[in-house]
Structures are given as structure tokens and as C-alpha cells.
């Protein structure tokens, strides 16, 4: 069993951002990354990364138009 930390992509709080903004679901982030679900949620929950679901995340992941 690997954990959440033995994945690079997990342990830096800005490419997981990036990750979650690119594939808008967490099981998407997981199976790019090739780690379980509940990895990424705990990534997500020791770096504060709140991630709200459905149509929210959409909304909150779109960054803003100049």
C-alpha cells in the first residue's frame, strides 16, 4: 500500500491544485496520479485544500475572465 506522500504530485500543494482544477473530480485526480481516492483527499485535507463538488466546483475552479 502506498501513501498519499509517496506521490509527488500529492505533496505539493500547487500542482495538486493544478491537478483538481484540470480534472474538476478527485477520483480523476486519482487515477491520473495512480493512487486510491482516499489518498488524494487526504493530500488535499493536510494542505487545507477544501474542494466543493458538482456544479460548485466548477464555478470555483474557473478562473476569473480579464
Not at 501513501?3 to 495538486?16: A, F, G, I, M, S
Not at 458538482?54 to 475572465?65: H, I, N, Q, S
Request: charged share 25%.
Amino acid at each position: 500500500m502506498r501513501y498519499w506522500y509517496n506521490h509527488p504530485e500529492l505533496l505539493d500543494r500547487e500542482k495538486l491544485k493544478a491537478l483538481l482544477a484540470k480534472h474538476k473530480r478527485v477520483s480523476m485526480v486519482a487515477l491520473h496520479v495512480g493512487c486510491s481516492r482516499h489518498s488524494v483527499e487526504t493530500a488535499m485535507k493536510r494542505h487545507g485544500i477544501e474542494f466543493p463538488s458538482g456544479y460548485v466546483a466548477d464555478k470555483a475552479l474557473t478562473p476569473p475572465k480579464n
